[in-house]
């Protein structure tokens, strides 16, 4: 399974890290995709991923203030939030995908982190 963890309180400005981590999964035989669900929204919004070869990507709207990272060692993929803004207050999940047919699951998702956004 995938554990997100990493949310709470914060103020615009600051600057927080999320963690999803891989228990009983190799995680670096997947690639790992950020996603984040705003209150009121009914869709999901892939903010940041990373492919096993480490290549990464971020949608527009967090372009130079989200960072994705990935620790092997660790078993662990993060997510790095900067400048934070009162729209990034959402629901934070994790969804991992492999192709690699030794892998016991082929996607897991993550039970989400909650990132509130406060003045």
């Known amino acids: 399974r995938l554990v997100d963890s990493g949310g709470g309180l914060v103020h615009p400005g600051d600057s927080l890290t999320l963690s999803c981590t891989g228990e009983?999964?190799?995680?670096?035989?997947?690639?790992v995709t950020w996603y984040r669900k705003t209150p009121g929204s009914d869709h999901d919004e892939a903010v940041a991923?990373?492919?096993?070869?480490?290549?990464?990507g971020y949608a527009d709207s967090v372009k130079g203030r989200f960072t994705i990272s990935r620790d092997n060692a660790k078993n662990a993929v993060y997510l790095h939030i900067t400048r934070v803004v009162f729209e990034d207050s959402a629901e934070y999940t994790c969804?991992?995908?492999?192709?690699?047919?030794?892998?016991?699951?082929?996607?897991?998702w993550g039970q989400g982190t909650h990132v509130a956004v406060s003045a």
């Open positions: 969804y991992a995908v492999t192709l690699n047919p030794l892998a016991d699951q082929l996607s897991l």
């Open positions: 009983g999964v190799q995680l670096s035989w997947y690639s």
């Open positions: 991923w990373m492919t096993t070869f480490s290549g990464t």
